[in-house]
C-alpha cells in the first residue's frame, strides 16, 4: 500500500498529551517524517528519524514508531500548535513519497 | 541560511503547460546528500507529492501525475524546474518546493526527508 492514514482531527485541552498517528504499510521499513502547518503557511518540519527534532522546534514534540504505525506526541500542548499536522515517507518501493492526509489540532 | 523559491506563472488556462522554476540557496545541487522535490496542496485539502531529482540526476514522478510531469535542474544556476503538461482546474493547488536531506543514522538507516520548503505560490487554472 502507498497510503499514510490520519484522523481528520484531534482535539487536546491547554497543557494536556495528545498523540497524533499515522498508519501506512510504508511505515513499517520508512521511518515518518511530521510536519506543522499553520493558515497560509509553508509547512515546518517537527519530527524526523527516529525522533529528532531540528533546531527551535521545542522538546514537547516527540516521535515514536511501531509497526505500520507513526506517532507525533505533543507533552503539554500550547495554543501556538494548534495547526494542520502531516505525516509523510517513502512508499513501500523507496522511490517514491506519500504524504497522509493529515490531522487539524485543535488545542482547547 | 538554506532558502527555496517557488517562481512561475499565478493563473494558467486548461489545456496549457505549467512551468515553473525553484532557485536554492544555502545549499548545492551538486550535493551528493541532497534533492529537492516538488509538493502541492490544493485549497484547503492535504500535501501530495509530485515529483523529486537528486544531484546524479536521480528522478521520480507520482505515479498518477507521471505522464504529465517533468522534473530537470540547472546546477549552476540552483535552480530545478518542474513541467506539468495539459493543466486542468483540479490542478488548482499551492506549488511548494522543497529541499530531500539523506542521511544514515546511528542504527544504519538510510533516511531521507524533507527539512526546508520554500514559502509556495498558488497556481490557479481557469479560462
Known amino acids: 500500500s502507498s497510503e499514510l492514514t490520519q484522523d481528520p482531527a484531534v482535539s487536546v485541552a491547554l497543557g494536556q498529551t495528545v498523540r497524533i498517528t499515522c498508519q501506512g504499510d510504508?511505515?513499517?521499513?520508512?521511518?515518518a517524517s511530521w510536519y506543522q502547518q499553520k493558515p497560509g503557511q509553508a509547512p515546518v518540519l517537527v519530527i524526523y528519524g527516529k525522533n529528532n527534532r531540528p533546531s527551535g522546534i521545542p522538546d514537547r514534540f516527540s516521535g515514536s514508531s511501531s509497526g505500520n504505525t507513526a506517532s507525533l506526541t505533543i507533552t503539554g500542548a500550547q495554543a501556538e500548535d494548534e495547526a494542520d499536522y502531516y505525516c509523510?515517507?517513502?512508499?513501500?518501493?523507496?522511490?517514491?513519497?506519500?504524504f497522509g492526509g493529515g490531522t487539524k489540532l485543535t488545542v482547547l | 541560511q538554506v532558502t527555496l523559491k517557488e517562481s512561475g506563472p499565478v493563473l494558467v488556462k486548461p489545456t496549457e503547460t505549467l512551468t515553473l522554476t525553484c532557485t536554492v540557496s544555502?545549499?548545492?545541487?551538486?550535493?551528493?546528500?541532497?534533492?529537492v522535490s516538488w509538493i502541492r496542496q490544493p485549497p484547503g485539502k492535504a500535501l501530495e507529492w509530485l515529483a523529486h531529482i537528486f544531484s546524479n540526476d536521480e528522478k521520480s514522478y507520482s505515479t498518477s501525475l507521471k505522464s504529465r510531469l517533468t522534473i530537470s535542474k540547472d546546477t549552476s544556476k540552483s535552480q530545478v524546474v518542474l513541467t506539468m503538461t495539459n493543466m486542468d482546474p483540479v490542478d488548482t493547488a499551492t506549488y511548494y518546493c522543497?529541499?530531500?536531506?539523506?542521511?544514515?543514522?546511528?542504527?544504519?538507516?538510510?533516511?531521507?526527508?524533507?527539512?526546508?520548503w520554500g514559502q509556495g505560490t498558488l497556481v490557479t487554472v481557469s479560462s
Open positions: 522543497a529541499r530531500i536531506r539523506s542521511y544514515y543514522d546511528s542504527s544504519g538507516y538510510y533516511v531521507r526527508l524533507f527539512d526546508y
Open positions: 509523510n515517507s517513502r512508499d513501500s518501493s523507496g522511490n517514491l513519497w506519500v
Open positions: 510504508s511505515l513499517r521499513s520508512y521511518y
Open positions: 544555502g545549499f548545492s545541487l551538486s550535493n551528493a546528500r541532497m534533492g
